[in-house]
Each structure stands twice: as C-alpha cells, then as structure tokens.
C-alpha cells in the first residue's frame, strides 16, 4: 500500500516522541474539566426547572464537540504553519525539493500528517463524547457527523496554515498571518452585509429611502452568502439542526425582514443546502489553498521563465 514518505517519517518520528503523550493528555484534561463544568451547569439548572436532568445531558454533545473544533482549529494550524517555513529555517528545504516527489505531494504529506494528529487527538476524547449519548439517548449517527466535522475543520485549518508556511520564511510569522485568515474568514465574511446594514439605516429618512427599501428587501440579505465560508456559522447551522431540529441562518434571514421570495438566500438557508453547500464551498478553497501552497514552492515554475529567456539569448 502506497503512503506519502512525509506521512510516514513524520508519524514514525513522532510516535517516539513523548511530546504526542503530553499533547494527548493535555487535550484529554482540557475535555474532562470541560465535562465536569458542564456538569455542574446542568445540575444547577435542573434544580431550577421542572425537565429531568438526564433530558438536558444532550447539551454535553455541542459543548464537547465545539471544545474539541476550537482546541483543533488552535493546535493544528501552527503545526502546518511551521512546516514548509520550519523546513527553510533548518535549511533542510532545498534538500527535501530533490526529492522525486513533486511539490503538491509535498503539501499533501506535510497537511496529512496535521490531520492524523489531530484524528488521534478526536479518537483518544471517543470515551468522554460517549458519554453524552449514553446517558443524554441521542443517536449514534452524530457521533459520526462529528468525525466528519472534525476532519473537515481539521483540513481546512491545516490548508490555512500550510499556504501562510509556504507564503513566510520564518515561522513565527507563519503563525501570526494564519490567525490573520481566521480572522478574515471569522469576522471578514460579516462586513458585507453590515456594510448594507449600515447603510440601510442611512437612508432610512432619506427621500430614496422608497426606492432603497425595495432593493434592499429584494437583494439586501444577499450578502449573507458570505457566511457560507465561515466556519463558525457552519458549526452553528449544524447543531442547529441536531439540537433544535432547525435552521439558523433560516431564522437570521426572517429576522432580517426578507420576503418569502428574495433572492438565493432564502434558497439557500432552505433545508439542509446551507450545509452541504458550506461543506462545499470549505473544501474548494481548501484545495485552492493547497494549490496556492504547492505553486509558491515549486521552484521549477519561478525559474523557468527565467531559463528559457536564457536559451534564447
């Protein structure tokens, strides 16, 4: 069976690191503090209301799982961030680049080996999630989607760090433009539509504000589409659905005061299509990424123009 040398000389030296035992122990202290607080919430609260406390255990399922997303979506972009600027700073990248493999399969190597870590951090925390479907009787099948969650916020944020490792010479900077694109996927996907917002109630005693008014309820909330590749939003629409069976961003847009037949957004929150299309829309630009990343450390595509004007000379 084929495996990326990458892949498989990272894992093997890591497995011999107790570095990887610290880390899972950390992460599995980090979930069970976070179990017992969540604990000691429900308890309170059940003493105050009339539901019985094993009903309200179900919320340890969203609790565990957006610690797990956040602790991940920390961790696993500064490993991918100093891996292609790590390599430069050893002065081990030149060396690596003779290699027969090409440089998209170096990317793959260095983000595989990211999201095996972070898998084996998400596999070792299975017995303190089990708990909130034994005791909460929610359905196996989320444990499932959470895998599925996991690995996806895992590839994105590792593709995220890997183009800004590709991007920067040292580390350390790597690190800082990374949580510079979270931010820009985090809180930059809502500017748009604050924007509109901002100037909706601008013109709300303006003579065009009739003229305005109509465009506004027509193609306004549109710039909520934005959103469809923020992460956050994704985790939000997604125990939406499983804890209360409905859709955020359907309710966002009847807040919003949209009629029932504007634009693609009301098609788009409709259903399940805003997950699978977020789901979408994240692989696509973390293949583009990815791309980005194997492009910026091909050394055959910089200077090659360089050598053909040469041979013409």
Known sequence: MWLNPIVKKDVRVQSRS?????GVFAYELILALVFFLAMVVIQQNSRYSTNNIYSSMVWLYPVLAVTQIV??????????????SGEK????FDIMMTTNMTPFSI????????????MLFVFASMPIM?????????????????LGIALLASFFSASIGILCSSLCKKSISAVIMTYG???????????????????????LYSSNYTTFSTQAYSYGEN??????????????????????GQSIMNSCVDLTGTYKTAGPIRLVATGNRWLILSTILLLAVSLLFLWIASKRINPVGKHAGKCVRKKKD
């Not at 602790?71 to 292609?84: C, E, F, K, N, Q």
């Not at 990317?107 to 972070?118: D, E, H, P, R, Y």
């Not at 089990?130 to 959470?146: K, N, P, R, T």
């Open 89 to 92: 700073e050893r002065q081990t």
């Open 223 to 244: 710039w909520l589409l934005f959103l469809l590749v923020n992460p956050a939003v994704y985790l939000a629409e997604f125990f939406g659905r499983i804890m209360a």
């Open 18 to 22: 107790m570095k990887i035992c610290w």
């Open 107 to 118: 990317i793959i190597g260095k983000v595989m080996t990211a999201i095996v870590q972070s």
């Open 130 to 146: 089990a708990l909130s479907f034994i005791i909460g009787g929610m359905s196996w099948s989320y444990l499932f989607w959470f």
């Open 71 to 84: 602790i991940l979506g920390v961790v696993v972009p500064v490993r991918t961030a100093s891996s292609i």
């Open 181 to 203: 694109f979270y931010l820009l996927f985090f809180l930059g996907t809502f500017l748009p539509f604050l924007v509109y917002q901002i100037r909706r109630e601008s013109m």
